[in-house]
């Protein structure tokens, strides 16, 4: 498992499985079925999509240069959030239902047991559409998605080879016809942190450059006079 993924997962579990749960929870008194359902829905996408604006803002902190795209992370986990809420909101939808009109159980530790199991069921359905997201998210085969800027084909192992320590950005920009940025279709989930390549002391107060094109990503680290002191090349589908 990559970087890039496992920063992801870890995003599902904080901003999407957390939230859904605090939503069901804060449903609870509601009663009425249709209520209880947009409740849960939609608190489940405003909780998860201010948890992944959250989310963003500690890395970006906790990080020195971090790759994370911010401005699309509240978008994800509104959108995570607001799906996994669905499978949770119609089950306590149904249960409602189900339950409308029956006298109370006087029995208060059969009551009891059986709002542990129903909160279990809701939390296993929850976590069901998060692992079913994610396993979309990263089992996707690079060979479907396109790209979003023809010229970004130069990003290939043949160009990365041509590159050279003491290049400049605007020549290694050249050679793969495009400025750093994500050049898949379908977005992926950019890598976090300060990337592979060591921070030597030549690249003290220099920059770290990325290209992310479907089944690879190329990275580029400039020193502070923007100059090429390392590079990594990265093929995603030889690491399957």
């Known amino acids: ?3 890039g993924t496992a920063e992801f997962l870890v995003f ?3 901003a999407v499985v957390l939230p859904v749960v605090a939503a069901l929870h804060l ?11 947009a409740a849960i829905v939609g608190g489940s996408a405003a909780l998860a999509a201010a948890v992944g604006e959250l989310y963003g803002a500690g890395l970006k902190l906790a990080l020195v240069r971090p ?6 992370l509240w978008l994800l986990g509104g959108i995570f959030g607001g799906i996994a809420g669905l499978g949770c ?22 009551a009891q047991e059986r709002r542990k199991r129903c909160w279990a069921e809701w939390v296993a359905v929850g976590i069901l ?13 690079p060979h479907r998605q396109g790209l979003t800027d023809q010229r970004a084909a130069a990003v290939n192992a043949g160009n990365f080879h041509r590159i050279q320590i003491g290049m400049s950005a605007e020549e ?3 050679l793969f016809g495009v400025p750093p940025g994500d050049y898949r279709r379908t977005p992926g989930f950019p890598m976090v942190g300060p990337g592979h390549i060591p921070w030597s002391e030549a690249a003290r107060g220099g920059s770290l450059a990325i290209w992310y094109v479907p089944g690879y990503h190329a990275e580029v680290l400039y020193d502070r ?7 990594y090349w990265c093929d995603e589908e030889a690491k399957q």
């Not at 790759?67 to 699309?72: C, G, I, T």
């Not at 909101?89 to 059969?110: K, M, N, Q, S, T």
């Not at 559409?129 to 085969?141: E, F, I, N, Q, Y």
């Open 225 to 231: 006079k923007d100059c090429v002191v390392g590079k």
């Open 27 to 37: 449903a609870r008194p509601i009663r009425m079925p249709l209520a209880a359902f």
């Open 172 to 174: 290694v920009n050249d």
């Open 67 to 72: 790759q994370v795209n911010w401005s699309q």
């Open 12 to 14: 599902l579990a904080l």
């Open 89 to 110: 909101g119609a089950l306590r939808a149904v249960e409602l239902v189900r339950h409308r009109g029956e006298v109370p159980d006087v029995d208060p530790g059969a």
């Open 129 to 141: 559409g998060v692992a079913v997201m994610a396993a979309v998210w990263t089992g996707r085969g």
């Open 1 to 3: 498992m990559d970087q």
